[in-house]
T-cell receptor, first 116, second 109 residues
Framework: GAVVSQHPSWVICKSGTSVKIECRSLDFQATTMFWYRQFPKQSLMLMATSNEGSKATYEQGVEKDKFLINHASLTLSTLTVTSAHPEDSSFYIC????????????FGEGSWLTVV | GQNIDQPTEMTATEGAIVQINCTYQTSGFNGLFWYQQHAGEAPTFLSYNVLDGLEEKGRFSSFLSRSKGYSYLLLKELQMKDSASYLCAVRVADDKIIFGKGTRLHILP
């Protein structure tokens, strides 16, 4: 079964609205989780590091006010895409693991976001 | 900076062998992953190399040379279902994984 679970798998939202994606670690406590974005026919691009109990660390070029990350517990990180635009349509995927999970990195199932 | 290079596309024939190369220059190195990704799906784990050498797992093998910043993924007895993108990724500090752009592998009958 899934070790890292992501929800929803598919979401369609209207331009200007916000959408939240959840990432849960099921078998271990994750002080750190990672969020990636993947545009069609491109590779995964690291967006940010989600830190439990503190602010997320964003990669260069990623707008922190647009992609809000909250990591309020050791098993849940959320990514909120605010004021979504069609160009935000993408595949978003989280990962967690490392030393706390037998030195293995697990990915969530991914979330397809379409902004219309 | 982080730089991971792999060929954009490769084509091979069913039943044959193909080797996908990956070179990397990263600030920190704690291991190298290979993932397979079919269109529209999440990546699936293939291999993880930390030490130099070859690791074999069924039809797939992965090789790492840390001194050369080089890895390859070897796929034997290719099947049509192996048509996918193959992602080389390096684990750097703090469990971050940085991905290469991926290699799209096309298998011909």
């Amino acid at each position: 079964g899934a070790v890292v679970s992501q929800h929803p798998s598919w979401v369609i939202c209207k331009s200007g609205t916000s959408v939240k994606i959840e990432c849960r670690s099921l078998d271990f406590q994750a002080t750190t989780m990672f969020w990636y974005r993947q545009f069609p026919k491109q590779s995964l691009m690291l967006m940010a590091t989600s830190n439990e109990g503190s602010k997320a660390t964003y990669e260069q070029g990623v707008e922190k006010d647009k992609f809000l990350i909250n990591h309020a517990s050791l098993t849940l990180s959320t990514l909120t895409v605010t004021s979504a635009h069609p160009e935000d349509s993408s595949f978003y995927i989280c990962s967690a693991g490392g030393t706390v999970a037998g030195n293995t990195i697990y990915f969530g199932e991914g979330s397809w976001l379409t902004v219309v | 900076g982080q730089n991971i290079d792999q060929p954009t596309e490769m084509t091979a024939t069913e039943g044959a062998i193909v080797q996908i190369n990956c070179t990397y220059q990263t600030s920190g190195f704690n291991g190298l992953f290979w993932y397979q990704q079919h269109a529209g799906e999440a990546p699936t784990f293939l291999s993880y190399n930390v030490l130099d050498g070859l690791e074999e797992k069924g039809r797939f093998s992965s090789f790492l040379s840390r001194s050369k910043g080089y890895s390859y993924l070897l796929l034997k007895e290719l099947q049509m279902k192996d048509s996918a993108s193959y992602l080389c990724a390096v684990r750097v500090a703090d469990d971050k994984i940085i991905f290469g752009k991926g290699t799209r592998l096309h298998i011909l009958p």
